[in-house]
T-cell receptor, first 109, second 112 residues
Framework: GQQVMQIPQYQHVQEGEDFTTYCNSS?????IQWYKQRPGGHPVFLIQ?????EVKKQKRLTFQFGEAKKNSSLHITATQTTDVGTYFC?????????FGTGTSLTVIP | DAGVIQSPRHEVTEMGQEVTLRCKPISGHDYLFWYRQTMMRGLELLIY????????DSGMPEDRFSAKMPNASFSTLKIQPSEPRDSAVYFCASSIGANVLTFGAGSRLTVL
């Protein structure tokens, strides 16, 4: 069945350092979405990527969708303490969302 | 809009008891999803509905779990009898056209 893996599982960075999480699907996806879950909170939608090779930016966050539509990445430039949380990718296929395992980001002030 | 509303926020119960979790989706959303989140297994899709009809319940762990959506504004997830391994955070999410998910705050279940 559909599998979406994310690496790394955990990442600790000093405030101001960059952070990247990678997402890989076992199959080609229609689109991919990214969600952020703050500690004790619920997942909140960040962005959706649809086109092969697509790149989108939200302030310090850069999202990429691979050419084969099987992988994606989220890069945060100059992390801040407000970036703390778990970042999930979700492959979207046939009305279902296949969530990745998530990357938990800790930012050390 | 108040968003997706879940209740209760926290539930502590003893093994063998019946648990009912409730969800009110965003008005106008035609898809409703139930997810379970644990440290070990992450976010797991349990079941989803389209226009109140269950479409895929292959993620429901076993017969102890059941879900209903009697109308467009209400859904329940029931566990009977509950077991300690059911302890998790249960999220309800809704969307328009199975597109972007809006999650509720979750129901944290602890089964002793």
């Amino acid at each position: 069945g559909q599998q979406v893996m994310q690496i790394p599982q955990y990442q600790h960075v000093q405030e101001g350092e960059d952070f990247t999480t990678y997402c890989n699907s076992s199959t080609t996806l229609s689109n991919i979405q990214w969600y952020k879950q703050r500690p004790g909170g619920h997942p909140v939608f960040l962005i959706q990527l649809v086109k092969s090779g697509e790149v989108k930016k939200q302030k310090r966050l850069t999202f990429q969708f691979g050419e084969a539509k099987k992988n994606s990445s989220l890069h945060i430039t100059a992390t801040q303490t407000t970036d703390v949380g778990t970042y999930f990718c979700a492959g979207h296929e046939s009305n279902q969302f296949y969530f990745g395992t998530g990357t938990s980001l800790t930012v050390i002030p | 809009d108040a968003g997706v509303i879940q209740s209760p926020r926290h539930e502590v119960t003893e093994m063998g008891q019946e648990v009912t979790l409730r969800c009110k989706p965003i008005s106008g959303h035609d898809y409703l999803f139930w997810y379970r989140q644990t440290m070990m297994r992450g976010l797991e899709l349990l079941i989803y509905f389209n226009n109140n009809v269950p479409i895929d319940d292959s993620g429901m762990p076993e017969d102890r779990f059941s879900a209903k959506m009697p109308n467009a504004s209400f859904s329940t997830l029931k566990i009977q009898p509950s077991e300690p391994r059911d302890s998790a955070v249960y999220f309800c999410a809704s969307s328009i056209g199975a597109n972007v998910l809006t999650f509720g705050a979750g129901s944290r279940l602890t089964v002793l």
